[in-house]
């Protein structure tokens, strides 16, 4: 089965993460096939991209990448050098005083459709900039690309919504596709923690924190994954409410999963990208009942999947999409095959 389209559901959002979970698993068709469905008569839409997106050739793999094309009216944001080579007639709005590793950041309006390479912000700083910088042009949809291995830059402080990339790049055995892509998916869709909780632990960014049966908060490690001492491990052990400030890494995970009294409590991390562990050892963490929560989440709206693999191996796109929807209960496409 084949839903018709995300981009109504899109549509709901004024800012959007598109992540690969491996290279040429179709990110960049995926931000090809949104910038043609979108209604560019009736909004405005800024695009960039946290590495280097648009060339024919990738720089590592050596295979070939489809090129980025926008529509007229379209504001792109790329490295100076960059926007040199663009193949469109566009207007400069803007020349920012951030700097990616290739050199400062322009903006322009696009007067024409046309190809460009994009390379960006590459920092979640950088980017919350940026896309306060569009909100000048009052654009209504800001769209970010994203790069190998920088789910970070997803993160719900970064973007409200998300369109996640997976295919046999990721890996040519189905079943372990479709395993460890629901497994980003459900760390995603992980429930928020109380308004209450959020309002409390949101400032706090770093170290390991434990909230008690009397609601007393207080930091147990300031640098939360090493040199957990026996008295740490103690005050771990008597918090109703565990919370890691930084990232949740696999030796910290079993630390909090070995823990005694363990069942029943809850386990909250600032959001997806900060889970750094094992499919395994999660999975055995909640098989004790831990309340696992986030501070922040995105909305993933749909998963694109690429069933051809850089090395030629090609899956089964429709078995593919059936498995991948009936596992993660979202929408999944394959859009090369079903671009129209």
Excluded at 141 to 153: P, V, W, Y
Excluded at 279 to 301: C, P
């Amino acid at each position: 089965m084949q839903y018709s389209s995300f981009i109504p559901e899109l549509l709901k959002y004024r800012s959007l993460s598109i992540v690969g979970l491996e290279k040429n698993t179709g990110k960049t068709e995926c931000l090809n096939y949104i910038l043609k469905r979108l209604p560019l008569h009736e909004m405005k839409v800024a695009v960039t991209s946290i590495g280097i997106d648009g060339e024919t050739v990738d720089q590592v793999t050596r295979t070939a990448k489809p090129e980025i094309w926008i529509g007229e009216g379209v504001y792109f944001s790329t490295a100076h050098r960059f926007y040199a080579s663009k193949g469109l007639y566009s207007e400069l709005v803007d020349i920012s005083d951030e700097r990616s590793s290739l050199g400062e950041i322009v903006t322009a309006k696009a007067l024409c459709s046309g190809k460009v390479l994009l390379a960006g912000p590459s920092s979640a700083p950088s980017l919350r900039r940026w896309m306060d910088r569009m909100d000048r042009f009052n654009v209504d949809l800001k769209i970010i690309d994203g790069a190998l291995s920088r789910l970070s830059l997803a993160s719900p402080a970064v973007s409200q919504a998300m369109v996640l990339a997976t295919g046999a790049a990721y890996s040519i055995n189905m079943q372990t596709l479709v395993n460890r892509t629901k497994f980003i998916v459900d760390l995603i869709n992980l429930d928020l923690a109380e308004n209450e909780i959020v309002s409390r632990l949101l400032p706090v960014d770093n170290g390991l924190w434990g909230i008690d049966e009397d609601g007393v908060l207080e930091c147990i490690n300031s640098v939360s994954s090493i040199n957990i001492s026996e008295n740490d491990l103690a005050r771990l052990e008597k918090s109703r409410v565990i919370y890691v400030a930084g990232a949740l890494t696999e030796r910290l995970l079993k630390i909090i999963k070995d823990s005694k009294g363990i069942s029943g409590k809850t386990l909250i991390v600032r959001d997806f990208t900060k889970f750094f562990v094992n499919e395994q050892t999660f999975a055995l963490l909640l098989r004790k009942s831990v309340d696992v929560r986030v501070l922040q989440k995105s909305k993933l709206i749909a998963v694109c999947a690429n069933p051809v693999s850089p090395a030629g191996y090609v899956l089964d796109s429709d078995a593919l999409c059936e498995n991948l929807q009936a596992a993660i209960g979202l929408p999944v496409y394959d859009i090369v095959k079903n671009a129209d």
